[in-house]
């Protein structure tokens, strides 16, 4: 759980608020769908993505996949189609990064990004995760949180 803002000075992420999840939903279109599947009803990330006082999307982690080793967690984001491009997952990212840093004892983050999904395989280079080959016909990516 996210227990405190977070910012860049361009991004913040800061826990879920009471409503947030309807604004999550409505940001899925067809990219979100392709890449993540139907979405939970009632969604409740880790943090949401605000930019401007507006979100623009989330960002997640966690411990649940059964090829994570200890101390890993998996990470994913969703940016909603009109903030797409502006960097805004990447600085959501790095600020989730910084929080296991700072306030949890995980020490490895992973993603696990469809070959087909440009975007975040950028994202990936972007951050400076490194590859580790393939995992489920998906791309696996790996990088120290500290």
């Given at each position: 759980?996210?227990?405190?803002?977070?910012?860049?000075?361009?991004?913040?992420?800061?826990?879920?608020?009471?409503?947030?999840?309807?604004?999550?939903?409505?940001?899925?279109?067809?990219?979100?769908?392709?890449?993540?599947?139907?979405?939970?009803?009632?969604?409740?990330?880790?943090?949401?993505?605000?930019?401007?006082?507006?979100?623009?999307?989330?960002?997640?982690y966690d411990v649940?996949?059964?090829?994570?080793?200890?101390?890993?967690?998996?990470?994913?984001?969703?940016?909603?189609?009109?903030?797409?491009?502006?960097?805004?997952?990447?600085?959501?990212?790095?600020l989730l990064l910084?929080?296991?840093?700072?306030?949890?004892?995980f020490d490895t983050?992973?993603?696990?990004?469809?070959?087909?999904?440009?975007?975040?395989?950028?994202?990936?280079?972007?951050?400076?995760?490194?590859?580790?080959?393939?995992?489920?016909?998906?791309?696996?990516?790996?990088?120290?949180?500290?």
């Open positions: 759980m996210l227990s405190r803002t977070l910012s860049d000075g361009v991004v913040l992420i800061r826990a879920p608020a009471p409503g947030d999840d309807a604004i999550l939903v409505a940001g899925r279109d067809d990219v979100f769908h392709r890449f993540m599947g139907e979405g939970d009803a009632h969604p409740s990330p880790t943090a949401v993505i605000v930019v401007d006082d507006e979100i623009v999307g989330w960002v997640d649940d996949r059964t090829w994570l080793r200890s101390g890993e967690v998996n990470v994913g984001y969703s940016v909603f189609a009109l903030h797409r491009g502006n960097g805004y997952a990447t600085r959501a990212v790095e910084q929080h296991l840093a700072d306030d949890t004892a983050a992973t993603l696990l990004i469809d070959s087909d999904n440009e975007r975040s395989l950028a994202l990936a280079r972007r951050a400076q995760f490194d590859a580790h080959g393939e995992l489920d016909g998906n791309q696996y990516w790996k990088r120290p949180v500290r």
